[in-house]
């Protein structure tokens, strides 16, 4: 029960944080960054937004099927989306091409959450 408040509070903060980067750069970042780096800041902001969303519904999961697979996977989804996402911002506002070599490790992650949940849902319980 405890994992799963700290888990919607982050969830949360999540979506809270994706809006407000999606505002920051629709404003303030169109006119200071190219076009490829907003796009790559949009990525960013597309893929937090969507896992705050998974996150969220592996919440409801473990709630509705008594399992921890569905809140490891939440937590996945946060790790893997501070390294994607926090990655393709770094890499937008600074330039620095190495910030996009860490992006895929995200993604990674990102997938390993889904395939988790994918596994709680054929489980015995599910």
Known sequence: MMLSKYLITTAALMGFLSVAAGAFGAHALKQKLSPE???VFEIGVRYQMYHTFAIFTAVWLSAQFS???FLYSGWLFVLGTVIFSGSLYALA???IKTFGAITPIGGLILLAGW???AYGAL???A
């Open 37 to 39: 780096m907003l796009s």
């Open 67 to 69: 399992s921890d697979l």
């Open 93 to 95: 506002l600074t330039g």
């Open 115 to 117: 395939a988790i949940m």
């Open 123 to 125: 489980g015995k319980n």
